[in-house]
């Protein structure tokens, strides 16, 4: 039930098909990528399984629960807490959102194969507060996961996703009158006035070998009474970032991946310095950095992204530990929390939690 049997039809694939995304029977990127891709160098399957150093931490990493945090009121009325990878619990202007949930151990068509995460999160799904709403980027599998979505689906919340991702939620149990699907730069606004507004990306999606952009990638913008959050799903470096501060912004949080990256893919995620690069070109707001520390989906050691942005960005930056609710206005010094878990050596050995990859990494 991990791959989405169905095809588009109706109003559903009239909406895809009037999209200035869609041709040629998918979605495409309209914008050029400002990093081109390095085609030398690229790994193999078997670079990915089995070589690499410092894939994987060597012990678990500090994490926090939540909970007692969550039961207090949001005194700056803005309030983040990264879970792992690219799921944030946000509470904004009194509304909660959740971005791109994944609670299953492999990012993984197969449950017994693929990358493993390092950890389990740190509070069950079943013990998260009441949601506004779910948002959901893309249909990759560290973004879309079967089992969480299943989940939260018995919640009748709103769904809040991209262009054609609603067949997947609908065929996993997500009510259909609680799907929202949205083109780049249209927006929705939920019960309250928290307006929900989908942005370009520089991506790709699919999650089986004939569903190749077959539904859309997006970013969002989240605009309260007060506050402005930018959440960039999976991307690479594109002019999109600045059109997005200009239409969209000023932001006060931005949370911009930056794991799982390699030259050889450098158009379609960012890594640490195009997101420093993508986090200039919005203009504003505080970078809590997602896409990370929890999957081994790339070469590089697990840690390089949060080290790169330590030393190449002096302030700005909020980086907690799994599951610490940080209030952005009020986050002072960043602590290397992650050190310590670094020593890992899987040079010529499997790495524990690695396996085939989650998604063909290119575009």
């Known amino acids: 039930m991990v791959f989405s049997a169905r095809r588009a039809n109706g109003f559903r694939l009239e909406r895809m098909q009037a999209s200035r995304q869609y041709a040629d029977g998918g979605f495409a990127n309209t914008y050029q990528p400002s990093v081109q891709r390095v085609p030398e160098g690229r790994p193999t399957l078997a670079d990915l399984m089995f070589r690499g150093e410092g894939r994987t931490p060597a012990q678990p990493l500090p994490a926090i629960d939540p909970r007692q945090t969550w039961a207090r009121p949001v005194e700056s009325g803005l309030r983040a807490t990264w879970l792992g990878h690219s799921t944030v619990l946000l509470e904004i ?10 609670w299953g151990m492999r990012a993984s068509p197969l449950p017994f194969l693929g990358p493993k ?25 560290d973004h879309l996961d079967y089992p969480s979505i299943r989940a939260l689906a018995k919640r009748r919340v709103p769904f809040v996703t991209s262009l054609g991702v609603g067949l997947h939620l609908e065929a996993w149990g997500v009510p259909a009158e609680c799907i929202v699907e949205l083109d780049w730069w249209e927006r929705t606004v939920l019960p309250g006035g928290l307006a929900i507004t989908a942005a370009p990306s520089h991506h790709f999606s699919g999650r089986g070998l004939r569903d190749r952009n077959a539904t859309l990638w997006s970013s969002f913008a989240l605009r309260g009474e007060r506050h402005a959050v930018f959440f960039s799903g999976d991307t690479g470096l594109s002019p999109a970032f600045a059109e997005i501060g200009r239409q969209l912004g000023p932001f006060d949080l931005v949370m911009i991946e930056v794991g799982a990256f390699h030259p050889a893919w450098g158009n379609i995620h960012l890594g640490p310095d195009n997101a420093l690069r993508a986090w200039e ?12 520390g929890t999957f081994n989906l790339a070469m590089h050691p697990w840690s390089q992204p949060a080290d790169v942005l330590l ?3 002096p302030e700005g930056r909020v980086m907690p530990r799994l599951g610490e609710p940080v209030e952005p206005a009020r986050f ?12 890992a050596d899987w040079q010529g050995a499997e790495p524990q939690n690695a396996g085939l990859p989650a998604l063909p990494l290119q575009e």
Do not use: M
């Not at 995460?117 to 599998?141: G, K, M, N, T």
């Not at 070109?281 to 990370?292: A, C, D, E, I, K």
């Open 93 to 102: 202007d009194g509304h909660r959102v959740l971005t791109d949930p994944v």
């Open 117 to 141: 995460r390092f950890q389990p999160v740190p509070v069950d799904i079943e013990a998260l507060p009441p949601l506004d709403a779910v948002l959901i980027s893309h249909d990759h599998y």
């Open 281 to 292: 070109q919005l203009g504003s707001g505080r970078f809590l950095p997602v896409h990370w």
């Open 311 to 313: 030393a190449n960005a």
């Open 332 to 343: 002072e010094a960043v602590e290397p929390w992650w050190r310590g878990g670094t020593e």
